[in-house]
């Protein structure tokens, strides 16, 4: 084969690629943009109950929480960004309760992700947010979790298993009667 065939075949499968790559993108986001980063269905989602994989995240005190340490009580575990619009919508809603649930036996657990730690760290100001909450920088807290979009919340048991799992911004009601049903067990 001539130089010209090389030169065409070379730069032509690399396109091809590409174009493949696209094409299955918009295949898995339905062709809407930004389809796999923020969850645009609501609701509880079905999960297998089966023990929470445990995790070390450096929190904004600078200590690090492991989730083990936490056995015996109930998380709730969310998964959030600040340029999330529902994540924003629902801060105040998770902070209310979270202070309205101090006396019981009760943890939540704010993991950041797809985010700057600056904006994060503005985030948690803004809206006053008291609880402990990290930034999972490598993503290996959100793949061991199989996030898929934010906002996520997991509701782990006293047993430190996933009960739960909640996609979207959570109606306080909603969230009070699953936090009322885990703490009565």
């Not at 001539?2 to 091809?16: A, C, E, F, M, S």
């Not at 924003?88 to 019981?104: D, F, G, I, K, M």
């Not at 993503?139 to 996030?147: C, E, K, N, S």
């Amino acid at each position: 084969m001539n130089k010209r065939v090389w030169i065409i075949i070379l730069t032509g499968l690399p396109l091809l690629a590409f174009l493949g790559i696209l094409v299955w993108a918009s295949s898995q986001t339905g062709g809407r943009a930004g389809g796999l980063g923020v969850n645009t269905e609501f609701g509880v989602s079905e999960v297998e109950r089966e023990p929470a994989k445990d995790f070390a995240l450096e929190v904004q005190s600078g200590d690090t929480l492991l989730l083990s340490d936490l056995e015996g009580k109930v998380v709730m575990l969310d998964f959030w960004a600040s340029w999330c619009a529902p994540c924003r919508q629902e801060a105040p809603v998770l902070e209310e309760t979270y202070r309205n649930y101090a006396s019981t036996d009760l943890e939540f657990v704010g993991v950041n992700i797809w985010d700057l730690p600056d904006n994060a760290a503005a985030y948690l100001v803004d809206f006053g947010i008291s609880y402990p909450n990290g930034v999972d920088g490598e993503g290996l807290i959100a793949i061991d979790y199989g996030v898929k979009g934010i906002p996520e919340k997991f509701f782990i048991d006293r047993d430190g298993n996933v009960r739960q799992k909640f996609v979207g911004p959570i109606r306080p009601e909603k969230l009070r009667e699953t936090l009322d049903e885990l703490l009565a067990e």
